[in-house]
């Protein structure tokens, strides 16, 4: 397997763009996460989703974050609109409560720079 | 509620010193431990688990931990650091029943030098 695979893995914008990092998670897995990683607050947990299903989404930090799982194999995280305090290292990762024991398998990240 | 606790958020060694990184957590039911490691500029990649069984357990490049659940803690050990070793050091705790996500620690930075 190629792994948990996001794209871009860079991203710089322009305050106020509209900014969407995607997500492909290892094939089999039921749960997906997205991170956010910043030398202030460290690694936080934005939302999770199992079989596509938002389950906890009470780390996005606004309206202006929203994620989606329209189905197994694909998960977008996007910002509208963006602002610079939003520049960071964004995770994706996967797991499988029953194959990994919720053993979570990390993408590379997109680093996210917003001007 | 579950929580992880690491106890330092920096750490320096000097090269072929041994290491100890802390780590406890906080639940009130079973669970599965893990240790990741990031290294600059990359994604967080497993370093070993504990699910059952033996309470010391063993990883790559050298490193094992070792459940305590008297004392609800699983620190990790390498008797003979690397300057690779230098990374950030993430323990995590899931609820064996639980959704399926992970608490995270705030982190470890281990630096080796020469």
């Known amino acids: 397997d190629a792994g948990v695979i996001q794209s871009p893995r860079h991203e710089v914008t322009e305050m106020g763009q509209e900014v969407t990092l995607r997500c492909k998670p290892i094939?089999?897995?039921?749960?997906l996460f997205w991170y956010r990683q910043t030398m202030m607050r460290g690694l936080e947990l934005l939302i999770y989703?199992?079989?596509?299903?938002?389950?906890?989404d009470s780390g996005m930090p606004e309206d202006r974050f929203s994620a989606k799982m329209p189905n197994a194999s694909f998960s977008t995280l996007k910002i509208q609109p963006s602002e610079p305090r939003d520049s960071a290292v964004y995770f994706c990762?996967?797991?499988?409560?029953?194959?990994?024991?919720?053993?979570?398998?990390f993408g590379p990240g997109t680093r996210l720079t917003v001007l | 509620a579950q929580s992880v606790t690491q106890l330092d958020s920096q750490v320096p060694v000097f090269e072929e010193a041994p290491v100890e990184l802390r780590c406890n957590y906080s639940s009130s039911v079973s669970v599965y431990l893990f240790w990741y490691v990031q290294y600059p500029n990359q994604g967080l990649q497993l370093l070993l688990k504990?699910?059952?069984?033996?309470?010391l357990v063993k990883g790559i490049n050298g490193f094992e931990a070792e459940f305590n659940k008297s004392q609800t803690s699983f620190h990790l050990r390498k008797p003979s650091d690397h300057i690779s070793d230098t990374a950030e050091y993430f323990c995590a705790v899931s609820d064996r029943g639980s959704q399926g996500n992970l608490i995270f620690g705030k982190g470890t930075k281990l630096s080796v030098k020469p």
């Open positions: 990762a996967s797991s499988s409560r029953g194959v990994t024991y919720n053993e979570q398998f």
């Open positions: 504990y699910l059952s069984g033996s309470t």
């Open positions: 989703f199992n079989n596509n299903v938002p389950i906890d």
């Open positions: 094939s089999g897995h039921d749960y």
